[in-house]
């Protein structure tokens, strides 16, 4: 195997993925997990990019060569954003019997996947438009492009948002699909599962289980081993949540904790995120999680600090450069943030005025 592609254990394997050098011309692109139970194979976030699907397909027709046949086989992305929910294709590549690729359903609109690039980038805009002008946030130099969009704007909101979406969306790679066409897994489907005495709603899948993870996005899932304590968490500790305005800064703090609790009832020795580092081991599984909650919790504290310090300010800029001035917090993640993008400062900033309620 290449430096890119580790054994985490037997039947796990990780190919590791990238985080952007620049978001504007370089994607993020996640890991993927290939995960083997007898002859039950399941591909967790197959990632995007050629690069890292060729690896995947590389490894397929090693297992081919090895005599490996498997009689069903599931791809399952963690949520419906375009750097997990793309290579579809590979389960054309796989032949196994019985093939299925699964998104959580508020991944799809109008029956159809929302992974597409400049659809994805447009809805970045159109879901913070409501609260701010997106245009209006980016620091130099990326300001001085930005101004075109602004004035654009003023005359033609649609047209300028269409206009971004096509240039946003260009570095990052368009949906490869197969033959095989993503399914919905709905929410009324979730059941109660008894793990020896830890109650958990999810979907039992096999010898695997889903959980409903949201927070990042609302069509977040996680993905169960019971038998390997292994819990792939895709985004649910990105470290730039809440990233959109469509997530949720309380559900994000409710997912890990109950993936906090979990591992605190032996459940969970090893955590497998989607972007970063695997974490093996009881403890340090738990001091991840424990510091993920806290900084949600933190970044939320000093949101309401700031709007109860500041006669109440509502508008989302005034109060992120605020933020950014006074809170040693906020000035930090401005400062590593660009280019590579990883918060979206104004949105966290939304997300929490929202959820107290205080915007609408």
């Known amino acids: 195997m290449d430096s890119q592609t580790l054994k985490i254990r037997d039947g796990i394997i990780m190919f590791k993925g990238k985080f952007s050098r620049n978001l504007l011309f370089d994607p993020v692109a996640s890991n993927t997990y290939f995960l083997e139970n007898g002859d039950e194979l399941i591909i967790f976030d197959p990632s ?5 699907a060729k690896r ?3 490894h397929i027709k090693r297992r081919h060569t090895e005599q490996m046949e498997w009689t069903k086989a599931t791809i399952i992305a963690g949520h419906s954003h375009l750097d997990h929910a793309n290579n579809f294709y590979l389960s054309d590549k796989i032949g196994a019997s019985k093939i299925h690729i699964y998104v959580h359903e508020c991944g799809f ?6 992974n597409q690039p400049g659809p994805f980038v447009e809805n970045l805009v159109q879901e913070s438009k409501k609260y701010y002008n997106f245009y209006k946030t980016f620091p130099v130099p990326y300001n001085l492009f930005m101004y075109i969009f602004v004035a654009l704007d003023s005359l033609s909101p649609v047209l300028a948002r269409k206009v971004f979406g096509l240039i946003g969306g ?31 709603r999810g979907w039992n899948f096999g010898s695997f289980i889903i959980l409903p993870t949201p927070g990042h996005t609302p069509c977040s899932i996680s993905l ?3 038998e390997q304590k292994a819990l792939f968490i895709s985004d649910a500790d990105w470290i730039g949540n809440p990233v959109f305005m469509s997530a949720s800064l309380r559900n994000s703090i409710g997912s890990l904790n109950t993936m906090k609790g979990l591992t605190e009832a032996g459940k ?7 972007h970063g580092q695997v974490k093996e081991g009881t403890e340090l599984v738990l001091r991840h999680l424990n510091f993920r909650i806290h ?10 600090a700031a709007y109860r310090s500041f006669g109440e300010e509502k508008d989302i800029r005034k109060l992120t450069k605020v933020l950014t001035q006074e809170s040693q917090l906020f000035s930090t993640l401005k400062f590593v943030n660009y280019p590579r993008h990883v918060f979206f400062i104004h949105n966290i900033v939304g997300v929490c005025l929202k959820e107290e309620g205080i915007l609408k």
Do not use: Q
């Open 268 to 274: 969970v020795d090893l955590l497998l995120p989607a």
């Open 109 to 114: 609109r109008d029956g159809k996947l929302m």
């Open 224 to 226: 169960y081993w019971p």
């Open 170 to 200: 260009i570095p990052f790679p368009a949906p490869v699909d197969g033959s095989v066409v993503p399914e919905p897994i709905k929410e009324s489907d979730t059941h109660a599962i008894n793990l020896n005495g830890i109650e958990v």
């Open 56 to 58: 995947i397909e590389t």
């Open 295 to 304: 900084l949600l919790e933190t970044l939320r504290d000093e949101v309401l």
């Open 48 to 52: 995007c990019g050629k690069k890292i």
